[in-house]
Nanobody, 117 residues
């Protein structure tokens, strides 16, 4: 089992920045890919960004150029730096872990990010 604990959400004005963190613990050796997904009210959960242990990344089109995912393997932590935030970025953001891109085995509890206009 892998446990994922997010932190860093909150209320921010449009154009502002937020940094999310996710600390992983447990049987994390097989969790090659870590990342972030989000779910807005009434919508399906969607990929934001993912990163491998080696630093390879994928981003949703909506995140490219504004969000940066990074990872500290020594601390089993993944980060999401979100810049130039828009009201449409408002969602619950979930940390994820799995063996390959877009194949999540574990989820965090989620952290709310609200962007006001």
């Amino acid at each position: 089992q892998v446990q994922l604990v997010e932190s860093g959400g909150g209320l921010v004005q449009a154009g502002g920045s937020v940094r999310l963190s996710c600390a992983a613990s447990g049987s994390i050796f097989g969790s090659i890919v870590m990342g972030w997904y989000r779910q807005a009210p009434g919508k399906q959960r969607e990929l934001v960004a993912e990163i491998t242990r080696g630093g390879s990344t994928i981003y949703a089109d909506s995140a490219k150029g504004r969000f940066i995912i990074s990872r500290d393997n020594a601390k089993n932590t993944v980060f999401l730096q979100m810049n130039s935030l828009k009201p449409e970025d408002t969602a619950v953001y979930y940390c994820s872990a799995g063996r390959q891109f877009r194949s999540t085995n574990y989820w965090g509890q989620g952290t709310q990010v609200t962007v006001s206009s």
